[in-house]
């Protein structure tokens, strides 16, 4: 047998604390605001929504932050995950790059979207929240959080676009699977979804309507909180679990990425990836580092937006951060990788974009699945349309090591499978997929909106 | 942290040969017959088929078969599986009862069949052979096919029932991302499938069908061989690896199980876990274990039909066996575990289970996906139906030793994940889920037709 192309650790190698990048940025993060006063956030004005220990989270500047023994507990499930030398991949492409990828779809729900979700259902639980509500596109996240809610016994209420909950029916009957309740959002049970529908029976929804039907129901409960699956820093705590395993398993491997490169929606599985690599870049140990954060052209924040101040949601229900955004109302074109379609991006994410320690692409559908059929055809695994994202842009490096003759070390966060989504595989294989990019104008007319400081 | 409940091997422990209980039995196996002369059968009647490797593994009675370096270099992808105690299944059931489950749903399709497939599609290559044809009826063996043909660059075709190709078609999109070609049986690509489509245009088709058409293929082109996912013994041997993997791992937790239990189709699944077993049985050293196969209600043949030889097909193409039987004419109900609707068991399990070896029992569906949903909301996992059906019964086993005290150790063989099942599970939640019985009228009626040896 050849080289290893599998590295694992043990149960007990599953990390005791996720890292929290906050203790080691050159500069500390812009304040958030409240979103009618734009005074800075105090943790009452996030109190409704948030159990009290991830409102901590979301400020600490502590380094380190332990990981309760009941989250491990669930993480055991799926975690420690795989990392895999794609070696397969590497003779398809005739490469002499060394490509390896983190697999964190052996979760339950098949994505990385578990290592927050299990740990936000526990602290809601232990502070005696009964129940969560939460929005979801496509629906990666509903599920995930479905699962955590079964795992902690609390109720789960799922606000799911509804133009999503007609098309994709598969993620809402795993969240019913698992207990919680799915509905279509504009919905009845909320006053802000009634008064959508009394103006349109048939509103397809957006992610920016059913977080404010999410939000509504939580304040309007005393036993019920609000979850959010990414861009907050706490969320993006939660995943350094992937980053730290794979620090550990290149350690084993005998290597260091050159180029790291991850799909980003609103940036918690890349930044869970390469927040415990940039550390080493920031303190000048690995200064050759690329990170390279990939996301679709239909919504390039990051590559065609400004670092501004915007608010998270379409209903301005959510605090105002600084961040990089198309405009909170921002509408997204139908592209398959659902989990991209977000306007902006995490703060994190943006500070240390702005500060130059990671890089930016977007890339297209089409190219994003040719490149997932042919990780596909080489790897054996079906990626999620997110993860072939960054499929693609690994293979173009990879590819640009067969002309130069370099041996780089290429890392792929690889967010999750695909088995819910073939129906986007069958119209890229049938020819029936297209591109879109997002024009330029109507960029400059959505920032016409942001809120003013 | 409690007791533990996850246990793995290291890549270098996945076996490196596979288990041939052929070796082992107390009684030989019942010769398989020529389907025209009705003789035992020869090498050279299944040449046109199978590779002479494979053919030579069906009859061995060598105890151990190597498995070669490039068929574990494929494994590696998702093997060693885990084997994980179920503690939060105990706690919901509030059972003394130890329960595992060993956990093949993480392979790139999500069920145990590409231990075989990867096997078949190697020996088929090192033989020269550049086409495989296949049938599939739900889809999890064409999609396992499809996926070990891209491992070794085959070309794969595969005839699915044209009634799942259409209502199901999210296998057959995996299996297009694979590189294979998927046609709904009958097709015009055959003799028997323009015969019957000329018949009758609109043809749902059936298994025992598309197998004629897939074997007609292969007979028909020299560049090409059949491949089948259950039934013959090699298939079994190369499914021995879950419970090899198994028995290794319970000795690191110091269990041995008292009750074995798995859902049967075909049987190749659960004999790749009891084999390696069974084995302690024959020989006397574990004369109290028990092992219970669990068949559909609706495919009763183990519990209600003849141990008596008959037809693989329906088009009576295949060899006559010896086995437990429904007759080659069973129609099935719609049941949604499509795995186990074969008419037919697999000689060896049909021997052991004749010899007193193994118990059976049937389930009916609805039971099943209550079973199904409790074991997702409790472990996570949301399993395939064809899995509901033992862990049904592993349940009321569990529920037996709350009610008499007892602690037995009971050993889940879970065969794969239900993502892509979703629908299925849907149909239960909102009640439409319906049991069928196959009638024992219809059992005497079909058996009138068996082949008269």
């Not at 989270?57 to 990981?67: A, C, K, L």
């Not at 994410?349 to 080489?378: D, P, W």
């Not at 119209?427 to 960029?443: T, V």
Request: aromatic share 8%; net charge negative.
């Amino acid at each position: 047998m050849g080289e290893r192309t599998k590295f694992v650790l043990d149960e007990n190698e599953i990390p005791e604390q996720w890292y929290n990048i906050q203790a080691d940025l050159p500069e500390p993060l812009a304040a958030s605001l409240n979103p009618v006063t734009k005074k800075p956030l105090t943790p009452q004005d996030l109190a409704p929504l948030f159990p009290m220990e991830l409102i901590k989270q979301e400020v600490s500047t502590e380094r380190w932050i332990d990981i309760p023994d009941e989250v491990r507990e669930i993480y055991k499930l799926w975690r420690p995950t795989t990392l895999f030398r794609a070696q397969r991949l590497e003779k398809a492409l005739d490469t002499p790059a060394k490509i390896f990828y983190k697999y964190e779809g052996s979760s339950p729900p098949g994505s990385h979207k578990p290592n927050t979700a299990v740990a936000q259902a526990y602290y809601n639980k232990k502070e005696g929240i009964k129940r969560i509500t939460t929005e979801t596109g496509a629906g990666q996240w509903g599920s995930a959080l479905a699962f955590a809610g079964a795992c902690f016994g609390l109720e789960v209420k799922v606000y799911m676009v509804a133009v999503s909950y007609k098309q994709k029916p598969y993620r809402r009957i795993m969240m019913e699977t698992w207990g919680a309740r799915c509905v279509p959002s504009p919905s009845k049970d909320t006053r802000v979804g009634r008064d959508v529908l009394a103006k349109d029976p048939e509103c397809p929804g957006s992610l920016g309507l059913a977080i404010s039907e999410a939000v509504e129901d939580a304040v309007s409960r005393e036993d019920t909180h609000y979850s959010l699956g990414s861009v907050l820093n706490h969320v993006l705590l939660h995943q350094t679990v992937i980053g730290l395993e794979t620090k550990k398993l290149m350690e084993k491997a005998d290597v260091y990425p050159d180029i790291i490169v991850g799909c980003v929606g609103g940036g918690s599985n890349f930044a869970g990836l390469f927040l415990p690599f940039v550390k080493d870049k920031i303190d000048g140990t690995k200064p050759d580092l690329r990170i390279i954060s990939v996301e679709s052209a239909a919504a390039p924040k990051m590559t065609k937006g400004p670092f501004v101040y915007d608010y998270g949601d379409t209903a301005k229900l959510t605090p105002i951060i600084k961040m990089y955004t198309l405009g909170h109302d921002f509408i997204p074109a139908p592209i398959h990788a659902g989990g991209l379609r977000y306007h902006g991006m995490s703060p994190i994410v943006s500070h240390l974009y702005n500060l130059g320690y990671i890089e930016a692409k977007a890339t297209n559908q089409v190219a994003t699945f040719e490149a997932g059929v042919t990780f596909a055809r080489a790897e054996g695994i079906i990626s999620a349309p997110e993860t072939n994202h960054c499929i693609r842009v690994a293979i173009d490096e990879a590819l640009k090591c067969r002309e130069s003759g370099e041996s780089k070390t290429i890392l792929i966060g690889h967010s999750g499978h695909g088995l819910v989504d073939m129906a986007a595989y069958e119209k890229y294989l049938s020819g029936q997929l297209e591109d879109y990019e997002y024009p330029e104008e109507k960029i400059k007319e959505s920032l016409g909106k942001l809120p003013e400081i």
